[in-house]
Protein backbone atom coordinates (compact mmCIF):
# COMPACT_ATOMS: atom_id res chain seq x y z
CA UNK A 1 0.00 0.00 0.00
CA UNK A 2 1.17 3.49 -0.57
CA UNK A 3 -0.49 6.87 1.06
CA UNK A 4 0.08 10.26 -0.34
CA UNK A 5 1.74 12.76 2.10
CA UNK A 6 -0.70 15.90 2.32
CA UNK A 7 -3.30 13.93 0.71
CA UNK A 8 -6.84 12.45 2.20
CA UNK A 9 -6.69 9.40 -0.44
CA UNK A 10 -4.83 6.52 0.62
CA UNK A 11 -4.30 3.73 -1.81
CA UNK A 12 -4.82 0.18 -0.75
CA UNK A 13 -4.36 -1.87 -3.97
CA UNK A 14 -1.77 -1.06 -6.23
CA UNK A 15 -3.61 -2.83 -8.67
CA UNK A 16 -7.35 -0.48 -9.01
CA UNK A 17 -4.80 1.92 -10.72
CA UNK A 18 -5.68 2.82 -13.67
CA UNK A 19 -9.48 1.36 -13.17
CA UNK A 20 -12.53 2.65 -13.02
CA UNK A 21 -12.28 2.91 -9.13
CA UNK A 22 -9.82 5.71 -9.63
CA UNK A 23 -10.90 8.89 -11.53
CA UNK A 24 -8.38 10.60 -13.75
CA UNK A 25 -8.09 13.49 -11.54
CA UNK A 26 -6.88 11.29 -9.07
CA UNK A 27 -4.55 9.43 -10.73
CA UNK A 28 -3.07 12.31 -11.82
CA UNK A 29 -2.82 13.83 -8.23
CA UNK A 30 -1.00 10.37 -7.45
CA UNK A 31 1.57 10.54 -10.23
CA UNK A 32 1.53 14.43 -8.71
CA UNK A 33 2.53 13.51 -5.24
CA UNK A 34 5.01 10.60 -6.18
CA UNK A 35 6.97 13.07 -8.36
CA UNK A 36 7.23 15.45 -5.15
CA UNK A 37 8.45 12.74 -3.24
CA UNK A 38 11.08 11.74 -5.72
CA UNK A 39 12.41 15.62 -5.99
CA UNK A 40 12.32 15.91 -2.46
CA UNK A 41 14.25 12.96 -2.39
CA UNK A 42 17.01 14.13 -4.70
CA UNK A 43 17.36 17.76 -4.48
CA UNK A 44 20.06 17.92 -6.84
CA UNK A 45 18.04 16.12 -9.72
CA UNK A 46 15.29 18.65 -9.12
CA UNK A 47 17.97 21.86 -9.43
CA UNK A 48 19.68 20.26 -12.61
CA UNK A 49 16.23 20.33 -13.94
CA UNK A 50 15.25 23.52 -13.39
CA UNK A 51 19.06 24.31 -14.92
CA UNK A 52 17.90 22.73 -17.88
CA UNK A 53 14.71 24.17 -18.80
CA UNK A 54 15.77 27.69 -17.74
CA UNK A 55 18.75 27.77 -19.47
CA UNK A 56 17.12 26.47 -22.69
CA UNK A 57 14.14 28.49 -23.24
CA UNK A 58 16.37 31.59 -22.30
CA UNK A 59 18.61 30.53 -25.34
CA UNK A 60 15.32 29.67 -27.20
CA UNK A 61 14.21 32.98 -27.08
CA UNK A 62 17.93 35.26 -27.15
CA UNK A 63 18.75 33.50 -30.72
CA UNK A 64 15.75 35.30 -32.58
CA UNK A 65 17.82 39.01 -30.96
CA UNK A 66 20.77 38.56 -32.39
CA UNK A 67 22.06 38.37 -36.08
CA UNK A 68 24.10 35.67 -37.06
CA UNK A 69 28.44 35.91 -37.02
CA UNK A 70 29.67 36.40 -39.95
CA UNK A 71 31.24 33.12 -39.46
CA UNK A 72 27.52 31.16 -38.46
CA UNK A 73 26.60 33.25 -42.29
CA UNK A 74 29.56 31.82 -44.03
CA UNK A 75 28.02 28.09 -42.71
CA UNK A 76 24.83 28.87 -43.95
CA UNK A 77 26.11 29.18 -47.53
CA UNK A 78 27.40 25.53 -46.62
CA UNK A 79 23.62 24.47 -46.13
CA UNK A 80 23.02 25.65 -49.36
CA UNK A 81 25.54 23.68 -51.49
CA UNK A 82 26.20 20.36 -49.21
CA UNK A 83 29.32 18.67 -50.00
CA UNK A 84 31.25 15.73 -47.97
CA UNK A 85 33.87 18.31 -47.32
CA UNK A 86 35.05 22.57 -47.68
CA UNK A 87 38.03 24.42 -47.40
CA UNK A 88 37.77 25.28 -43.91
CA UNK A 89 36.29 22.27 -42.11
CA UNK A 90 34.30 19.15 -42.32
CA UNK A 91 30.36 19.25 -43.20
CA UNK A 92 28.54 18.08 -40.09
CA UNK A 93 27.75 21.91 -39.85
CA UNK A 94 26.53 22.25 -43.15
CA UNK A 95 24.35 19.26 -42.97
CA UNK A 96 22.71 20.52 -39.50
CA UNK A 97 21.99 24.02 -40.48
CA UNK A 98 20.13 22.28 -43.44
CA UNK A 99 18.21 20.32 -41.32
CA UNK A 100 17.74 22.99 -38.53
CA UNK A 101 16.52 25.45 -41.45
CA UNK A 102 13.87 22.93 -43.25
CA UNK A 103 12.07 22.64 -39.70
CA UNK A 104 12.58 26.02 -38.17
CA UNK A 105 12.59 28.45 -40.81
CA UNK A 106 15.41 30.78 -42.70
CA UNK A 107 16.42 33.07 -40.06
CA UNK A 108 18.45 33.65 -36.51
CA UNK A 109 16.05 31.15 -34.90
CA UNK A 110 16.19 28.20 -38.01
CA UNK A 111 20.06 28.26 -38.20
CA UNK A 112 20.78 28.31 -34.37
CA UNK A 113 17.83 26.16 -32.63
CA UNK A 114 19.67 22.57 -32.65
CA UNK A 115 22.80 24.23 -30.92
CA UNK A 116 20.59 24.88 -27.88
CA UNK A 117 19.02 21.58 -27.95
CA UNK A 118 22.54 20.22 -28.42
CA UNK A 119 23.61 22.49 -25.34
CA UNK A 120 21.04 21.11 -23.50
CA UNK A 121 22.04 17.18 -24.17
CA UNK A 122 25.26 17.96 -23.70
CA UNK A 123 24.41 19.33 -19.96
CA UNK A 124 22.29 16.25 -19.62
CA UNK A 125 25.74 14.36 -20.15
CA UNK A 126 28.16 16.21 -18.04
CA UNK A 127 25.48 16.17 -15.07
CA UNK A 128 25.13 11.79 -16.28
CA UNK A 129 29.13 11.90 -16.14
CA UNK A 130 29.35 13.66 -12.85
CA UNK A 131 26.59 11.21 -11.22
CA UNK A 132 27.89 7.79 -12.64
CA UNK A 133 31.91 8.57 -12.24
CA UNK A 134 31.35 10.04 -8.49
CA UNK A 135 28.33 8.14 -7.57
CA UNK A 136 26.99 11.64 -6.65
CA UNK A 137 23.89 13.68 -7.72
CA UNK A 138 25.61 17.15 -6.33
CA UNK A 139 29.03 16.56 -8.81
CA UNK A 140 26.61 15.76 -11.70
CA UNK A 141 24.78 19.25 -10.84
CA UNK A 142 27.86 21.36 -10.64
CA UNK A 143 29.07 19.93 -14.05
CA UNK A 144 25.97 20.94 -15.52
CA UNK A 145 25.98 24.39 -13.63
CA UNK A 146 29.74 25.01 -14.62
CA UNK A 147 28.98 24.19 -18.02
CA UNK A 148 26.11 26.80 -18.43
CA UNK A 149 27.44 29.62 -16.26
CA UNK A 150 31.20 29.27 -18.23
CA UNK A 151 30.82 31.83 -21.45
CA UNK A 152 32.28 29.30 -23.40
CA UNK A 153 29.65 26.48 -22.55
CA UNK A 154 26.82 29.27 -23.03
CA UNK A 155 28.41 30.55 -26.20
CA UNK A 156 28.97 27.39 -27.73
CA UNK A 157 24.90 26.78 -26.95
CA UNK A 158 23.52 29.95 -28.84
CA UNK A 159 26.11 29.86 -32.03
CA UNK A 160 25.94 27.67 -34.49
CA UNK A 161 29.95 26.73 -35.42
CA UNK A 162 31.31 23.02 -35.82
CA UNK A 163 32.54 23.59 -32.13
CA UNK A 164 29.21 22.55 -30.98
CA UNK A 165 28.60 19.25 -32.37
CA UNK A 166 31.97 18.05 -31.71
CA UNK A 167 31.93 18.76 -28.34
CA UNK A 168 28.70 16.77 -27.60
CA UNK A 169 30.18 13.48 -29.78
CA UNK A 170 33.58 14.53 -27.39
CA UNK A 171 31.91 13.88 -24.22
CA UNK A 172 29.38 11.20 -25.72
CA UNK A 173 32.76 9.30 -26.51
CA UNK A 174 34.45 10.16 -23.12
CA UNK A 175 31.12 8.61 -21.43
CA UNK A 176 31.17 5.68 -23.64
CA UNK A 177 35.40 4.76 -22.88
CA UNK A 178 34.09 5.05 -19.09
CA UNK A 179 31.40 2.98 -19.63
CA UNK A 180 33.08 0.64 -21.14
CA UNK A 181 35.94 0.29 -18.95
CA UNK A 182 33.28 -0.37 -15.94
CA UNK A 183 32.71 -3.41 -17.82
CA UNK A 184 29.02 -2.56 -19.22
CA UNK A 185 29.18 -4.13 -22.05
CA UNK A 186 31.56 -3.94 -24.98
CA UNK A 187 29.08 -2.57 -27.10
CA UNK A 188 30.18 0.71 -25.54
CA UNK A 189 33.54 0.56 -27.73
CA UNK A 190 31.46 0.61 -30.86
CA UNK A 191 29.52 3.54 -29.43
CA UNK A 192 32.99 5.24 -29.02
CA UNK A 193 33.93 4.71 -32.67
CA UNK A 194 30.45 6.28 -33.74
CA UNK A 195 31.00 9.48 -31.74
CA UNK A 196 34.36 9.55 -32.63
CA UNK A 197 33.64 9.46 -36.43
CA UNK A 198 30.98 11.88 -36.02
CA UNK A 199 33.21 14.01 -34.10
CA UNK A 200 36.05 13.95 -37.18
CA UNK A 201 32.88 14.92 -39.50
CA UNK A 202 32.48 17.87 -37.21
CA UNK A 203 35.58 19.32 -36.93
CA UNK A 204 39.40 17.76 -37.52
CA UNK A 205 40.68 18.45 -34.24
CA UNK A 206 38.54 15.30 -32.92
CA UNK A 207 41.42 13.11 -33.70
CA UNK A 208 43.38 14.15 -30.83
CA UNK A 209 40.75 11.79 -28.94
CA UNK A 210 42.62 8.55 -30.25
CA UNK A 211 45.96 9.48 -28.48
CA UNK A 212 44.54 10.43 -25.56
CA UNK A 213 42.36 7.12 -25.18
CA UNK A 214 45.35 5.07 -26.08
CA UNK A 215 47.54 6.61 -23.01
CA UNK A 216 44.40 6.16 -20.54
CA UNK A 217 44.31 2.33 -21.71
CA UNK A 218 48.07 2.52 -21.08
CA UNK A 219 48.35 3.63 -17.60
CA UNK A 220 45.27 1.88 -16.36
CA UNK A 221 45.40 -1.27 -14.68
CA UNK A 222 42.17 -2.04 -16.21
CA UNK A 223 42.85 -0.31 -19.54
CA UNK A 224 45.80 -2.47 -20.14
CA UNK A 225 43.65 -5.24 -20.32
CA UNK A 226 41.78 -3.60 -23.03
CA UNK A 227 44.40 -3.43 -25.61
CA UNK A 228 44.86 -6.89 -25.59
CA UNK A 229 41.46 -7.56 -27.39
CA UNK A 230 39.88 -6.24 -30.12
CA UNK A 231 37.12 -3.48 -29.36
CA UNK A 232 38.89 -0.26 -28.97
CA UNK A 233 40.90 -1.09 -32.49
CA UNK A 234 37.66 -2.00 -33.91
CA UNK A 235 36.10 1.09 -32.66
CA UNK A 236 39.12 3.11 -33.79
CA UNK A 237 38.64 1.52 -37.40
CA UNK A 238 34.68 1.94 -36.87
CA UNK A 239 35.43 5.95 -36.20
CA UNK A 240 37.72 6.17 -39.27
CA UNK A 241 35.03 4.32 -41.55
CA UNK A 242 32.40 6.82 -40.41
CA UNK A 243 35.11 9.84 -41.22
CA UNK A 244 36.18 8.20 -44.87
CA UNK A 245 33.82 10.15 -47.26
CA UNK A 246 35.62 13.25 -46.05
CA UNK A 247 38.64 11.76 -47.05
CA UNK A 248 37.62 10.66 -50.23
CA UNK A 249 36.46 14.11 -50.58
CA UNK A 250 39.47 15.77 -49.29
CA UNK A 251 41.43 13.08 -51.79
CA UNK A 252 39.31 14.09 -55.01
CA UNK A 253 39.82 17.56 -53.85
CA UNK A 254 43.96 17.77 -53.62
CA UNK A 255 43.77 17.57 -50.38
CA UNK A 256 43.02 20.73 -49.97
CA UNK A 257 41.21 20.91 -46.83
CA UNK A 258 43.87 18.58 -44.76
CA UNK A 259 46.58 20.82 -46.04
CA UNK A 260 44.67 24.16 -45.20
CA UNK A 261 44.28 22.80 -41.99
CA UNK A 262 47.90 21.98 -41.22
CA UNK A 263 49.21 25.26 -42.55
CA UNK A 264 46.53 27.17 -40.58
CA UNK A 265 47.50 25.31 -37.21
CA UNK A 266 50.91 23.89 -37.17
CA UNK A 267 53.20 25.58 -39.86
CA UNK A 268 55.64 28.07 -37.90
CA UNK A 269 54.95 31.69 -37.96
CA UNK A 270 56.94 34.39 -38.40
CA UNK A 271 55.76 36.29 -35.19
CA UNK A 272 55.81 32.88 -33.39
CA UNK A 273 57.02 32.53 -29.91
CA UNK A 274 56.37 34.17 -26.52
CA UNK A 275 53.93 36.53 -27.88
CA UNK A 276 51.79 33.73 -29.13
CA UNK A 277 52.16 32.32 -26.23
CA UNK A 278 51.40 34.70 -23.58
CA UNK A 279 47.98 35.66 -25.72
CA UNK A 280 47.10 31.69 -26.13
CA UNK A 281 46.69 31.67 -22.18
CA UNK A 282 45.04 35.23 -21.78
CA UNK A 283 42.75 34.17 -24.25
CA UNK A 284 41.69 30.25 -22.59
CA UNK A 285 41.41 32.81 -19.59
CA UNK A 286 38.89 35.11 -21.10
CA UNK A 287 37.04 32.91 -22.90
CA UNK A 288 36.36 30.04 -19.87
CA UNK A 289 36.35 32.95 -17.37
CA UNK A 290 39.58 33.54 -15.05
CA UNK A 291 38.68 32.37 -12.21
CA UNK A 292 36.70 29.25 -13.56
CA UNK A 293 40.09 28.65 -16.10
CA UNK A 294 42.48 28.75 -12.55
CA UNK A 295 39.87 26.08 -11.04
CA UNK A 296 39.96 24.03 -14.33
CA UNK A 297 43.79 23.69 -14.48
CA UNK A 298 43.61 23.25 -10.08
CA UNK A 299 41.33 20.27 -11.55
CA UNK A 300 43.04 18.69 -13.94
CA UNK A 301 46.36 18.79 -11.38
CA UNK A 302 44.67 17.29 -9.12
CA UNK A 303 42.75 14.31 -11.28
CA UNK A 304 46.48 13.19 -12.14
CA UNK A 305 47.39 12.91 -8.49
CA UNK A 306 44.28 10.33 -8.00
CA UNK A 307 44.57 8.81 -11.32
CA UNK A 308 48.57 7.83 -10.69
CA UNK A 309 48.28 7.86 -7.26
CA UNK A 310 45.14 6.52 -6.24
CA UNK A 311 44.48 3.93 -9.08
CA UNK A 312 41.11 6.24 -9.64
CA UNK A 313 39.80 5.33 -13.16
CA UNK A 314 37.13 8.02 -13.20
CA UNK A 315 39.97 10.70 -12.45
CA UNK A 316 42.63 9.20 -14.85
CA UNK A 317 40.31 9.09 -17.50
CA UNK A 318 39.54 12.91 -16.91
CA UNK A 319 42.74 13.76 -17.10
CA UNK A 320 43.88 12.00 -19.75
CA UNK A 321 40.72 13.58 -21.83
CA UNK A 322 41.45 17.59 -20.61
CA UNK A 323 45.37 18.35 -19.71
CA UNK A 324 46.81 16.99 -23.10
CA UNK A 325 44.67 18.41 -25.19
CA UNK A 326 45.47 21.96 -23.52
CA UNK A 327 48.97 21.05 -23.20
CA UNK A 328 49.17 20.38 -26.64
CA UNK A 329 47.89 23.59 -27.96
CA UNK A 330 49.94 25.59 -25.58
CA UNK A 331 53.15 24.16 -27.28
CA UNK A 332 51.26 24.38 -30.74
CA UNK A 333 50.87 28.38 -29.57
CA UNK A 334 55.35 28.93 -29.69
CA UNK A 335 54.92 27.99 -33.19
CA UNK A 336 51.73 29.12 -34.47
CA UNK A 337 48.46 31.85 -33.73
CA UNK A 338 45.74 29.49 -31.69
CA UNK A 339 42.49 30.67 -31.51
CA UNK A 340 40.48 30.79 -28.78
CA UNK A 341 38.40 27.88 -28.84
CA UNK A 342 40.83 25.37 -30.55
CA UNK A 343 41.35 23.98 -26.89
CA UNK A 344 37.68 23.87 -25.72
CA UNK A 345 37.60 19.85 -26.16
CA UNK A 346 40.19 19.73 -22.70
CA UNK A 347 37.35 21.85 -20.56
CA UNK A 348 34.97 18.67 -20.51
CA UNK A 349 36.74 16.61 -18.79
CA UNK A 350 37.95 19.19 -16.28
CA UNK A 351 34.32 20.02 -15.61
CA UNK A 352 33.03 16.95 -14.27
CA UNK A 353 36.98 16.38 -12.54
CA UNK A 354 36.50 19.95 -10.79
CA UNK A 355 32.41 18.78 -10.14
CA UNK A 356 33.52 15.31 -8.38
CA UNK A 357 36.43 17.44 -6.44
CA UNK A 358 33.75 19.52 -5.25
CA UNK A 359 31.08 16.96 -4.42
CA UNK A 360 33.68 15.24 -2.72
CA UNK A 361 35.47 17.93 -0.78
CA UNK A 362 32.56 20.26 -0.20
CA UNK A 363 32.29 19.37 3.57
CA UNK A 364 36.14 19.38 4.02
CA UNK A 365 36.78 22.77 2.43
CA UNK A 366 37.64 25.43 5.02
CA UNK A 367 36.11 28.93 4.56
CA UNK A 368 38.80 30.21 1.90
CA UNK A 369 38.32 27.83 -0.76
CA UNK A 370 34.84 28.00 -0.23
CA UNK A 371 35.06 31.16 -0.73
CA UNK A 372 37.15 30.77 -3.93
CA UNK A 373 34.52 28.14 -5.67
CA UNK A 374 31.62 30.85 -4.65
CA UNK A 375 33.75 33.35 -6.29
CA UNK A 376 34.53 31.59 -9.30
CA UNK A 377 30.82 30.86 -9.73
CA UNK A 378 29.22 34.46 -9.36
CA UNK A 379 32.40 35.83 -11.23
CA UNK A 380 31.77 33.34 -14.24
CA UNK A 381 27.69 34.00 -14.10
CA UNK A 382 28.14 38.10 -14.23
CA UNK A 383 30.66 38.03 -17.13
CA UNK A 384 28.22 35.11 -18.61
CA UNK A 385 25.17 37.56 -18.55
CA UNK A 386 27.11 40.45 -18.98
CA UNK A 387 28.13 38.93 -22.84
CA UNK A 388 24.85 38.17 -23.05
CA UNK A 389 23.18 41.65 -22.51
CA UNK A 390 25.80 43.68 -24.47
CA UNK A 391 25.42 42.42 -28.16
CA UNK A 392 21.62 43.37 -27.47
CA UNK A 393 22.42 46.60 -25.09
CA UNK A 394 25.88 47.80 -25.34
CA UNK A 395 26.44 48.12 -21.50
CA UNK A 396 30.16 47.83 -21.48
CA UNK A 397 32.24 51.44 -22.23
CA UNK A 398 34.14 49.95 -25.07
CA UNK A 399 34.77 51.34 -28.62
CA UNK A 400 32.16 49.60 -31.11
CA UNK A 401 34.98 48.65 -33.36
CA UNK A 402 36.64 46.70 -30.83
CA UNK A 403 33.73 45.48 -28.93
CA UNK A 404 33.78 41.71 -30.09
CA UNK A 405 30.11 41.71 -30.28
CA UNK A 406 29.59 44.18 -32.91
CA UNK A 407 30.47 41.40 -35.27
CA UNK A 408 26.78 40.29 -34.27
CA UNK A 409 25.65 43.61 -35.46
CA UNK A 410 24.50 45.54 -38.28
CA UNK A 411 24.20 42.82 -40.77
CA UNK A 412 20.10 43.20 -41.18
CA UNK A 413 21.03 46.86 -42.56
CA UNK A 414 23.72 45.54 -45.30
CA UNK A 415 20.68 43.11 -46.59
CA UNK A 416 18.19 45.90 -46.87
CA UNK A 417 20.85 48.32 -48.48
CA UNK A 418 21.28 45.63 -51.07
CA UNK A 419 18.21 45.03 -51.43
CA UNK A 420 17.13 48.78 -52.12
CA UNK A 421 20.58 48.77 -54.20
CA UNK A 422 18.71 45.71 -56.33
CA UNK A 423 15.09 47.93 -56.87
CA UNK A 424 17.27 50.53 -58.35
CA UNK A 425 18.69 48.01 -61.26
CA UNK A 426 17.46 47.12 -64.20
CA UNK A 427 14.10 44.92 -64.37
CA UNK A 428 14.25 41.69 -65.87
CA UNK A 429 18.05 40.96 -65.87
CA UNK A 430 19.05 38.55 -62.90
CA UNK A 431 21.34 40.11 -60.13
CA UNK A 432 24.24 38.80 -58.43
CA UNK A 433 26.15 39.85 -55.45
CA UNK A 434 29.44 39.38 -55.19
CA UNK A 435 32.64 40.43 -52.57
CA UNK A 436 36.20 39.21 -51.88
CA UNK A 437 35.62 37.89 -47.98
CA UNK A 438 33.91 34.55 -46.96
CA UNK A 439 32.52 35.92 -44.41
CA UNK A 440 30.48 38.72 -45.89
CA UNK A 441 29.39 36.35 -48.94
CA UNK A 442 27.56 34.65 -45.85
CA UNK A 443 25.74 37.77 -44.31
CA UNK A 444 25.11 38.70 -47.82
CA UNK A 445 23.04 35.72 -48.72
CA UNK A 446 21.60 35.14 -45.54
CA UNK A 447 20.15 38.89 -45.19
CA UNK A 448 18.91 38.75 -48.83
CA UNK A 449 17.01 35.53 -47.76
CA UNK A 450 19.29 33.94 -50.73
CA UNK A 451 17.12 35.82 -53.36
CA UNK A 452 20.30 36.40 -55.15
CA UNK A 453 23.04 34.38 -56.49
CA UNK A 454 26.07 35.23 -54.04
CA UNK A 455 30.15 34.80 -55.06
CA UNK A 456 32.93 35.49 -53.16
CA UNK A 457 35.96 37.09 -55.79
CA UNK A 458 39.39 35.34 -56.26
CA UNK A 459 38.73 32.40 -53.81
CA UNK A 460 39.58 29.63 -56.02
CA UNK A 461 39.24 26.97 -53.17
CA UNK A 462 35.95 28.21 -51.02
CA UNK A 463 32.91 26.97 -52.95
CA UNK A 464 31.36 30.30 -53.82
CA UNK A 465 34.63 31.37 -55.74
CA UNK A 466 33.32 33.30 -59.01
CA UNK A 467 34.42 31.15 -62.05
CA UNK A 468 33.86 30.04 -65.24
CA UNK A 469 31.53 26.68 -63.93
CA UNK A 470 29.44 28.67 -61.87
CA UNK A 471 29.16 32.12 -63.17
CA UNK A 472 25.95 34.04 -63.52
CA UNK A 473 24.52 34.57 -67.28
CA UNK A 474 26.20 37.27 -69.51
CA UNK A 475 24.27 40.64 -69.01
CA UNK A 476 23.36 40.09 -65.88
CA UNK A 477 24.20 42.79 -63.29
CA UNK A 478 26.17 43.03 -59.77
CA UNK A 479 26.71 44.62 -56.54
CA UNK A 480 29.73 44.17 -54.96
CA UNK A 481 30.57 44.77 -51.48
CA UNK A 482 33.19 44.88 -49.32
CA UNK A 483 34.69 46.19 -45.91
CA UNK A 484 37.17 49.40 -45.49
CA UNK A 485 38.15 49.05 -49.31
CA UNK A 486 37.94 52.56 -51.69
CA UNK A 487 38.72 50.54 -54.95
CA UNK A 488 37.84 47.52 -56.35
CA UNK A 489 39.89 44.77 -57.13
CA UNK A 490 42.23 44.21 -59.85
CA UNK A 491 40.56 42.35 -62.82
CA UNK A 492 37.42 43.52 -61.85
CA UNK A 493 35.92 46.18 -63.30
CA UNK A 494 36.97 44.40 -67.41
CA UNK A 495 33.92 41.78 -66.56
CA UNK A 496 31.55 45.13 -66.94
CA UNK A 497 30.30 47.48 -69.15
CA UNK A 498 30.46 49.80 -66.00
CA UNK A 499 30.75 49.94 -62.17
CA UNK A 500 29.24 52.92 -60.67
CA UNK A 501 30.69 53.34 -56.88
CA UNK A 502 27.70 54.02 -54.30
CA UNK A 503 27.05 56.06 -51.13
CA UNK A 504 28.91 53.73 -48.67
CA UNK A 505 26.77 52.01 -46.04
CA UNK A 506 28.34 53.20 -42.64
CA UNK A 507 27.01 50.85 -39.84
CA UNK A 508 27.25 52.55 -35.95
CA UNK A 509 25.92 51.43 -32.40
CA UNK A 510 25.60 54.52 -30.47
CA UNK A 511 27.27 56.34 -32.45
CA UNK A 512 30.32 54.19 -32.37
CA UNK A 513 31.34 53.46 -36.18
CA UNK A 514 31.44 49.58 -36.64
CA UNK A 515 32.44 49.18 -39.90
CA UNK A 516 32.36 50.94 -43.21
CA UNK A 517 30.98 48.97 -46.34
CA UNK A 518 31.77 50.11 -49.64
CA UNK A 519 29.31 48.90 -52.46
CA UNK A 520 29.55 49.15 -56.50
CA UNK A 521 26.91 48.76 -59.06
CA UNK A 522 28.21 46.79 -61.99
CA UNK A 523 26.58 46.48 -65.23
CA UNK A 524 26.71 44.49 -68.42
CA UNK A 525 28.49 41.53 -66.91
CA UNK A 526 30.70 39.83 -69.80
CA UNK A 527 31.26 36.12 -68.49
CA UNK A 528 34.45 35.09 -66.62
CA UNK A 529 36.25 34.36 -70.10
CA UNK A 530 37.53 38.14 -69.85
CA UNK A 531 39.21 37.12 -66.45
CA UNK A 532 38.81 34.00 -64.63
CA UNK A 533 40.52 34.67 -60.76
Same mark, same amino acid.
Given at each position: ??????????????????????????????????????????????????????????????????????????????????????????????????????????????????????????????????????????????????????????????????????????????????????????????????????? +?? $? %??????? *???? !??? #???? =????????????????????????????????????????????????????????????????????????????????????????????????????????????????? +?? $? %??????? *???? !??? #???? =??????????????????????????????????????????????????????????????????????????????????????????????????????????????????????????? *????????????????????????????????????????????????????????
Amino acid at each position: SACLVGSEMCIRDSRQFGKSKLDLRVQKEYLWHLWRLYLYKYPYLKAFLILLITTAVFRLFFIRWVELAPDEAYYFTWSRNLQWGYYDHPPVVGFLIRVFTAIGGQDEFGVRWGWVIMGAFLTILLYRMGTKMFSSERAGFYAALLMNISLLGSAGAVIATPDGPQALFWVLAVFSVYQAIEQKGPHWWYLTGVWFGLG +LQ $S %KYTMILL *APCI !FLF #LLSS =AEGRKWLYRKEPYLALFLGLLVFSPVIFWDATHDWTSFRFQISHGLEVKKAAGLKYFGEFWGGQAGVVTPLVFLALIWAMAKSAIAGFGQRRNNFLLLFWTSAPILVFFACTS +LR $S %KVEANWP *ALAY !FSA #LVAL =AGIAGEEWEEWKKGKRGFAWATAVSALLITIVAHIQPIYPIVPIAAKRDPTSQLYGWRILGERIKEVARSMEPGKEIFLLSPRYHMVGEGMFYTQAKFRVYQWDAPQRINNLSMKNAPPVGSQ *AIFFTEDGNELPHGLAPLFDSCEKLEPLVIRRNSSLVRTLPLWKCLGFKGMQSKAP
